[in-house]
């Protein structure tokens, strides 16, 4: 099965500093990264997606890269707020059998004011 | 649009006594379903996924006589926790996925978090 490695497992920043956490897969059949921030107590948000026929995509303050061939991807962040103070997860996923998400191991991000 | 609910949001029960979540698509039909189990300060992990109709798919190392899941309809997918012990305790979240497309994505209900005493 899939299997995604993530780190660091904590991060600290200066606000306006920016923040990159980095994953990696290990199933080459998959075909569509996902990123979740969830706050504590509460569901997972997705803030950003990328497939595989894509090598990076940006919205706003963040953005993702993949490197297909080594199997790694990236969450970036810019201009880091306090509010984007969370624990962040990559995942993975492919287009076959039941599409099921397998989950990095967190990072902890914190923005220092 | 592509909203799921959980219920209850919490719950506490005794040692050896059953538990029932509920995971509903409110505006969506929900051909796939997903559970997961968080453990504090851990990342989600795949317990089991459900398809309308049809037995669910257990991850390994998930016992399906003691983790119940039916799913009855294609807005609701129930979990029960059968003879819950103290190490149950965790936050179990659901997680729908509707009709169509090659990569749907998955919307995740809010939580339940159980506590067995």
């Known amino acids: 099965g899939e299997n995604v490695e993530q780190h660091p497992s904590t991060l600290s920043v200066q606000e306006g500093d920016s923040a990159v956490i980095k994953c990696t897969y290990s199933d080459s059949a998959s075909n569509y990264f996902p990123w979740y921030k969830q706050e504590l107590g509460k569901r997972p948000q997705l803030i950003i997606d990328?497939?595989?026929?894509?090598g990076e995509k940006k919205d706003q303050r963040i953005a993702v890269t993949l490197n297909k061939t080594a199997k790694h991807f990236s969450l970036h962040i810019t201009e880091t707020q306090p509010e984007d103070s969370a624990v962040y997860f990559c995942a993975a996923s492919n287009s076959g059998g039941y599409q099921k998400v397998t989950f990095g191991t967190g990072t902890k991000l914190q923005v220092i004011p | 649009g592509a909203v799921v609910s959980q219920h209850p949001s919490w719950v506490i029960c005794k040692s050896g006594t059953s538990v029932k979540i509920e995971c509903r698509s409110l505006d969506f039909q929900a051909t796939t379903m997903f559970w997961y189990r968080q453990f504090p300060k851990q990342s989600l992990m795949l317990m089991a996924t459900?398809?309308?109709?049809?037995?669910?798919?257990?991850e390994q190392g998930v016992e399906k006589d003691k983790f119940l899941i039916n799913h009855a309809s294609l807005t609701l997918s129930t979990l029960t926790v059968t003879s819950a012990h103290p190490e149950d305790s965790s936050f179990y979240i659901c997680?729908?996925?509707?009709?169509?497309?090659?990569?749907?994505?998955?919307?995740f209900g809010p939580g339940t978090r159980l506590t067995v005493t």
């Open positions: 997680s729908a996925r509707g009709r169509g497309g090659a990569f749907n994505e998955q919307y």
């Open positions: 990328i497939r595989s026929n894509v």
């Open positions: 459900s398809n309308e109709g049809s037995k669910a798919t257990y």
